[in-house]
Nanobody, 118 residues
Framework: QVQLVESGGGLVQPGGSLRLSCAAT????????KGWYRQAPGKQRELVAA?????RLNYADSVKGRFTISNAPNTVYLQMNSLKSEDTAVYFC??????????????WGQGTQVTVSS
């Protein structure tokens, strides 16, 4: 069974930085896609940043130049710099991958709160 364990959220002042981590545990054998999403109160979940197994990157316009997605085996990171109050949200990681027993499917983390406030 695959689980995604997130860490790194918290409270930060405007202009500050945070680094989120998401580690996949379990019997995952291949990963095709890693992404970060966020959901603010009263809003729909939206893509923040993603990277494919081929190295293709995708960023939301609102975070370009401030956020960087990177990855290591079975792990994905989100470096967030120059944070703004509008970045406040619950951040979720998503991994698309397969295990020895199951075809490729989505896995989601539990979410980590990021609050940007003075």
């Amino acid at each position: 069974q695959v689980q995604l364990v997130e860490s790194g959220g918290g409270l930060v002042q405007p202009g500050g930085s945070l680094r989120l981590s998401c580690a996949a545990t379990g019997s995952i054998v291949s990963i095709n896609y890693k992404g970060w999403y966020r959901q603010a109160p009263g809003k729909q979940r939206e893509l923040v940043a993603a990277v494919t197994s081929g190295g293709r990157l995708n960023y939301a316009d609102s975070v370009k130049g401030r956020f960087t997605i990177s990855n290591a085996p079975n792990t994905v990171y989100l470096q967030m710099n120059s944070l703004k109050s509008e970045d406040t949200a619950v951040y979720f990681c998503k991994i698309v991958g397969s295990t020895r027993d199951a075809a490729s499917r989505e896995y989601w983390g539990q979410g980590t709160q990021v609050t940007v406030s003075s």
